[in-house]
């Protein structure tokens, strides 16, 4: 109930295309949905995040796409670079669960 | 900016040592996680702390204890540190806000390897 389930685990996109990756949830008390960008030897980052009151959040080349009824999200990265070469983690809170919930994070590898 | 700093990015210790993770945040955050990473299994939460004092298991506590003597400082040990105990370690802190958490924010993380 309390996981939140990410895909895929590892991704490979040319530089200029579409990467997506794909979070699943069961907990519905869940209301908060952030995206993590982890480079290597860093910590994770707060990337873009969404509640469940919009179906949409666009920050820029990245957007969270949210289907409440599904229970899903996903993060869209337009025309990838090189640059956005890195882990990242998709991530759940709310409810009677207080702490951040992570998926299993995906590394993209964007080739030039 | 939040920061949460770690002591070390590196650190090499052998089996049976007892060793200390130090991590300070500047931004007067209640919450202080510790996470371990390992590859395919994401982020793994260790011990958390709502307040000083204050500790609580998280989901892989077996071979670790926490300190929090301060608002801004947690501390993780490894009693006796063994090789199942090399990864990526990285602490986070957050705030309450609304009745909820807000403001994850991890330091840059300790690679400890032990040998």
């Known amino acids: 109930q309390q996981q939140v389930k990410q895909s895929p685990q590892s991704l490979i996109v040319q530089k200029g295309g579409i990467s997506i990756i794909n979070c699943a949830y069961e907990?519905?008390?869940?209301?908060?949905f952030p995206w993590y960008q982890q480079f290597p030897g860093k910590g994770p980052a707060l990337l873009i995040a969404i509640r469940p009151d919009v179906s949409e959040k666009k920050e820029g080349r990245f957007t969270i796409s949210f289907n409440k009824s599904a229970k899903q999200f996903s993060l869209h990265i337009m025309d990838s670079q090189p640059g956005d070469s890195a882990t990242y983690f998709c991530a759940a809170l709310g409810g009677s669960q207080g702490n951040l919930i992570f998926g299993k994070g995906t590394k993209l590898s964007v080739k030039p | 900016d939040v920061k949460v700093t770690q002591s070390s990015r590196y650190l090499v210790k052998r089996t049976g040592e007892k060793v200390f993770l130090e991590c300070v945040q500047d931004?007067?955050?209640?919450?202080m996680f510790w996470y371990r990473q390992d590859p395919g299994l994401g982020l793994r939460l260790i011990y958390f702390?709502?307040?000083?004092?204050?500790?609580e298991k998280g989901d892989i506590p077996e071979g670790y204890s926490v300190s929090r003597e301060k608002k801004e400082r947690f501390s993780l040990i490894l009693e006796s540190a063994s090789t199942n105990q090399t990864s990526m370690y990285l602490c986070?802190?957050?705030?309450?806000?609304?009745?909820?958490?807000?403001?994850?924010?991890f330091g840059s993380g300790t690679r400890l390897t032990v040998v």
């Open positions: 986070a802190s957050s705030l309450w806000h609304n009745g909820g958490q807000f403001g994850y924010t």
């Open positions: 907990n519905t008390a869940f209301d908060y």
């Open positions: 931004m007067d955050h209640e919450n």
């Open positions: 702390s709502y307040d000083v004092k204050m500790k």
